[in-house]
C-alpha cells in the first residue's frame, strides 16, 4: 500500500469493507470451483441450454431497445423540461424498481393478461394476448428494466451543461434538432452505460418473466427459468448453466469499463471543460 | 422579408434582476460594463431569448420579446464559448446555418469561409478542445456571425485569455466589428474593451443604467467608482456632482496635510502594486481612493498595507460635472 499522507486508513472501515469485497466475491469463486468441468462440454452442446440462451439474448436486446425508445425522450423529459408533476412522474417511475419481480408478474397479468384492463381488449381487436408468448417475456423484461434506464439517462442528461442547448437555440435550432444533434451525442456515454444496465437487468429477469410467462422451453423458457427448473433435477447442469450466464455478465461488464466507462465518458466531459 | 434597418431599440426588465434602455444604431458597438451581478448577462441573455424579460426590444423594427429563442436574428457568443464539444470547429459554425435549413454541403461550405476570415482555415476539422483558448474564441465568435444575425451579443469574449491572447482578438475583433452592419452588445469588464471597440458605452450598477455616452466621455467623467476604478480614476459623488482626478495627482503623507479640508481624506493602505513606473496604492478611505507614488517615496513613507496616510488633491487637479448633463 502506498503511503497516504492523510494517515492509515482506521481499521473500522477496512475491516467491513474487505468484508464486503468477500461477500461479493466468494460466491462467485466458489460457483466457478464448484463447477464439474468434465459435464461443461456436453451441458454447452444442449438443446435446452442453447435455445435459452437464445431466447435470453435476444429478449434482453428487443428489451433494451424498446427501454431505449420509450426511455430515452422520457429521460429527456423529466430532464430538461419543467412541468408541472414532474415530481410525481420520477416517483412512479422508480416504483418498479422496488417492487417485488413477483408482484410486478401479478400486476402485468392484471393490466396485459387475457382477462387485463388492456389485455382483454386487445385480445379483442386484434387476437393476440402477450401472456405465455415470447412478446410477453419482452414486455416482461421491460417492465422491469425501464426505471434503470430511465434514471441512468435522466442523470447522464442533467449532468451534461445546459448550455450546449441554449447555444443550439441561440443558432436556429429547434428543440428536435438540439436533442438529436447536440443533446444525445453529448450524453452517449451515459446512454449507453443506461442501455447495458437495462439489458443486464432484463437478462437477469426471473420473477416476473415466469409469473406473467410460465415456462414454455423456446417461447418463454430464458436462462434464469432454465437454471431454477434445472436445479430441481440436475444440480450439475443448474452449476454448468449458471457458469455460463456469470461468463455472459462478466463479459458485458469488461465491454462497458473499456468502451464507455474508460476514456471516452472522462474524455467528453474534458472536452467541455476545456 | 424586407424590413427596415433601424438597428436597436430596447426598454426591458428582467424582473429582480435588471432594468435598462439601450439604442443602437446598425453597425454600431455598444459596451456593456458593470461589476459582476449589475445585470449585464442578465440583459444579453433577455435579448438572446434565454431568459423572460418584460417591455419592449425592437430589432430593426420586430419586436424580439413574444419570440423565442431560435426565432431571433440574435448571435449569442457565450462568456464560455460554448462550442459543442463533440463537433469539429466547421461543424460548429456550420450548425447555426444548417439549423436554419441551408443543405449540408452548403452549410459547410460557408462555415470554411467564417474559418478562413478568422485566420483558422487549417483548423476546420480540429475539436473544441484541440483549439487554444483564443482559437476557440475565434470559433465561437465565427458560429455567431455564421447565423447572420441583425444583434449579435458578445458576453465577455475576452474573458479567461491571457493578455497577449486578448491584445491580438482585440485587434481582430475590432475589424471584423468594423465589417459587420448589425448591432453589437459586447459585455466586458475590461476598459481597455470598451475604449477600443465600442461607439457606445453603457454603464449598469445594480440592475440600473448609471451612465451612457462615448467611450470618451464615460472614461474622462466616470459616475460609478467600478468605471472609475477600470480607467484608474478616482470618483466622488456628492449632491452638486462628481468630482474625479487622477491617482497620479494625490499626495499621500504620514501627517494631515495643510489646505482644503474637502479635498483630503485618511485611511490605511488596502494595497499596494506596482504599476508602470509607479506603485499604485488603493487606500481604504470612505470612499476608496487610488494613489499613484514613486518607489522611492513607497519606501521612505514604509507603504504597506494597513499603514495609516493621508490623502490630498488640489483643487486644480480634478475634474467636477454634474447629474444632469448626460455624456454623448
Known sequence: MTHDPLGRPPAVLMVPAVLAVLVLVVPLVALVAATDWSQMPAQLASEPLREALRLSVVTSTVAMLVCLVLGLPLAWLLARVDFRGRGLVRALVTVPLVLPPVVAGIALRDAFGRTGVIGEPLLELTGFAFPFTTWGVVLAHVFVSLPFVVIAIEGALRSADPVYDAAAATLGATRWTTFRRVTVPLAVPGILAGMVLGWARSLGEFGATITFNGNYPGTTQTMPTLIYVTRQADQGAAQALSLVMLALSLAVLLLLRDRWLGDRGLGGRGLAAA | ?328
Do not use: C
Request: hydrophobic residues 40%.
Open chain 2, 1 to 328: 422579408m424586407s424590413r427596415d434597418r433601424t438597428g436597436l431599440d430596447v426598454d426591458l426588465e428582467v424582473p429582480g434582476r435588471v432594468r435598462a434602455a439601450l439604442v443602437g444604431h446598425p453597425g454600431q458597438v455598444i459596451a456593456l460594463i458593470g461589476p459582476n451581478g449589475a445585470g449585464k448577462s442578465s440583459l444579453v441573455h433577455a435579448l438572446a431569448g434565454l431568459v423572460v424579460a418584460e417591455g419592449r426590444a425592437h430589432l430593426d423594427g420586430v419586436d424580439l420579446l413574444p419570440r423565442s429563442a431560435r426565432e431571433r436574428e440574435v448571435g449569442l457568443v457565450f462568456q464560455d464559448r460554448a462550442l459543442f464539444p463533440h463537433l469539429s470547429a466547421r461543424d460548429n459554425v456550420a450548425f447555426g446555418p444548417r439549423s436554419r435549413g441551408v443543405a449540408r454541403r452548403e452549410a459547410r461550405h460557408r462555415a470554411d469561409g467564417w474559418l478562413e476570415r478568422m485566420g483558422l482555415g487549417d483548423l476546420a476539422d480540429r475539436r473544441p478542445g484541440q483549439l487554444s483558448g483564443g482559437q476557440a474564441q475565434r470559433v465561437a465568435i465565427a458560429r455567431a456571425l455564421a447565423t447572420e444575425p441583425r444583434l449579435l451579443l458578445l458576453d465577455e469574449p475576452m474573458a479567461g485569455l491571457d493578455v497577449t491572447v486578448a491584445m491580438a482578438l482585440r485587434i481582430e475583433l475590432a475589424r471584423h466589428l468594423r465589417d459587420y452592419d448589425g448591432v453589437t452588445v459586447l459585455v466586458t469588464h475590461d476598459a481597455l474593451d470598451a475604449l477600443a471597440l465600442a461607439d457606445r458605452v453603457v454603464v449598469l450598477d445594480e440592475g440600473r443604467v448609471a451612465q451612457q455616452g462615448t467611450p470618451e466621455d464615460v472614461a474622462a467623467h466616470p459616475r460609478t467608482p467600478h468605471v472609475a476604478r477600470l480607467v484608474g480614476l478616482n470618483v466622488l459623488r456628492d449632491a452638486d456632482g462628481f468630482t474625479s482626478f487622477r491617482p497620479r495627482d494625490v499626495t499621500v503623507s504620514l501627517r494631515r496635510p495643510e489646505g482644503s479640508a474637502r479635498l483630503t481624506w485618511s485611511g490605511p493602505v488596502s494595497s499596494a502594486q506596482q504599476h508602470g513606473d509607479a506603485v499604485r496604492l488603493l487606500v481604504g478611505t470612505e470612499p476608496a481612493l487610488l494613489a499613484d507614488v514613486t518607489p522611492q517615496a513607497a519606501n521612505e513613507l514604509g507603504l504597506a498595507p494597513g499603514r495609516e496616510v493621508w490623502l490630498s488633491v488640489k483643487a486644480t487637479a480634478v475634474s467636477r460635472y454634474g447629474h444632469d448633463e448626460e455624456g454623448g
